[in-house]
């Protein structure tokens, strides 16, 4: 399996902070890997497809970077909305899997 | 736009099934897989697997196969799972979701752009 880490666990900003959020490959996966936000009491919603490709609708203060086993998703001048939970997900192998999720916290 | 709703909560006893359904609407049913992703209550988000309307093809996770049945009713645009031999490990918000495949040179594989609600999943005698 394709073990995904997200880190940190937890990231606590002021609003207007820009951050950058890790998710690292137990193994290369070339850039197979996608980013989603879950809001408290919501499903997730897809946010950056195959690392770096932006998905219609979604605030262009999200972008998605890497390839191979580091990848980072960062979102410039955060806003109130956007305190919630980011996960990865890899599907460069047919199982699929998903990180841990970094929660993003008012400070 | 596309839409996918869910069945409402579920109380099951250990050792009993239960069957969730998801209808989809806004897009051509049999032209996107339909995936099932389970998270439990410390938020971990776990792939069941996935079917193909089309062609009623399945494709399971491991850990999955004989817990959980994929089906599909195409004239109604509406994908099942069942959940059979309860535990109280299967307590869990269970999501459908659209699958969307691509592939080339640099990346391929599955992704989800849009998801059910849920349909939460307990457990209990």
């Known amino acids: 399996n394709i073990v995904l880490t997200q880190s940190p666990a937890t990231l606590s900003v002021t609003p207007g902070e820009s951050v950058s959020l890790s998710c690292r490959a137990s193994q290369s996966i070339s850039t197979s890997i996608h980013w989603y936000q879950q809001k408290s009491n919501e499903s997730p919603r897809l946010l950056i497809k195959y690392a770096s490709q932006s998905i219609s609708g979604i605030p262009s203060r999200f972008s998605g970077s890497g390839s191979g086993t580091d990848f980072t998703l960062s979102i410039n001048r955060v806003e109130s909305e956007d305190f919630s939970i980011y996960y990865c997900q890899q599907s460069y192998s047919s199982l699929l899997t998903f990180g841990s999720g970094t929660k993003l916290e008012i400070k | 736009q596309v839409q996918l709703q869910q069945s409402g909560a579920e109380l099951a006893k250990p050792g009993s099934s239960v069957k969730i359904s998801c209808k989809a609407s806004?897009?051509?049913?049999?032209?996107?897989?339909m995936h099932w992703i389970k998270q439990t209550t410390g938020q971990a988000l776990e792939w069941t697997g996935y079917?193909?309307?089309?062609?009623?093809?399945?494709k399971y996770n491991e850990k999955f196969k004989g817990k959980a049945t994929l089906t599909v009713d195409k004239s109604s645009s509406t994908a099942y799972m069942q959940l059979s031999s309860l535990t109280p490990v299967d307590t869990a918000v269970y999501y459908c979701?659209?699958?969307?495949?691509?592939?080339?040179?640099?990346?391929?594989?599955?992704?989800?752009?849009?998801w059910g609600p849920g349909t939460m999943v307990t457990v209990s005698s």
């Open positions: 806004g897009y051509t049913f049999t032209s996107y897989a």
């Open positions: 079917i193909a309307p089309g062609s009623g093809g399945t």
């Open positions: 979701a659209r699958g969307s495949y691509y592939r080339d040179s640099y990346a391929h594989g599955w992704y989800f752009d849009f």
